[in-house]
């Protein structure tokens, strides 16, 4: 298990494996693995980004660790508690210290509810006096410059921006002062000049309040900036995990250098060479090849190992793990 940057990670993943059931045809189903034998720790007040391809499994792995999925395998610890396979009425302490924001702020905020009714519900779920709720919900508010804050609490989500609406699903993770939340593509739909505010507004919000973030994207840019540590997914699987100044400026894995090398760099020259691609598509998820799961695209496979052994993930420099017969 790679380990995050305190001696006592917050969060632990072990071995966290999800395979789901997908109709084929009328009657049959084929096993489809979405997260594939995945460790990772995440310490206090740190940002941990999880990049990759659609359909690398960030989201899953991002929803086992919040258990909204029980992981058909490997186990979950928060606060050195094992969490994986607690039911509902016991998981309900741990909900309070880990929270979610989602990708799309309209389809994530209930349209018939407003702002107030919104942010009051996950203080009704767990309980709190209803004589604090209103200063909680100020509180939240403040905490994301919707200020001041009895001009917003009577309004109806499609009454705000994008950016806005993204503000309100911060508040509505940050009412419960939880110590972990996972920001799923948090920044992805809303306009670019929101992006930048967002981002800062969570560095911010976690320098405050120590809170710890797993940060789900596709976004190198936003990624290199947030987050202290960057692993990167292929079909199921951490690939490359590292600081994230050393995953971006010296990539090991072929894939994190084709996903790099790919992001557009504002030259006006860039125009008239050819940019690296990775040839073909990520493999079906219900028909793994055998061995490195990237030997099919990659341009500089090992012959003889990549189509038959699958690669460990190794610790190649100080905090830099690799999961590349090219390494071993």
Known sequence: MVSGASNKPLLVMQGIRVVFQARSGLLRTVPVTAVDGVSLAIAPGETVAVLGESGSGKTTLGRVSLRLLR???GRVFFEGKDITGLNEAHLKAFRRQAQGIFQDPFSSLDPHMNIQQILAEPLIVHGVDRAKRPELLEWALEQVRLTPAGDYLPKFPHTLSGGQRQRVGIARALVLRPRYIVADEPVSMVDASSRAEILYLLRELQD????????????????????????????????ELGPSAGVINEPLHPYTQALIGAVPEPDPANRLRMRPTIAGEPPDPSHIPPGCRFHPRCPVAVAGKSESIDPELREVRPGHFVACHRYV
């Not at 290199?224 to 079909?235: N, T």
């Open 71 to 73: 992981p058909t395998g």
């Open 208 to 239: 405050r309040h120590h809170i710890a973030f797993l940060y789900i994207t596709h976004d190198i840019a936003t990624a290199r900036h947030f987050s202290h540590r960057i692993a990167v997914m292929y079909l199921g699987r951490v690939v």
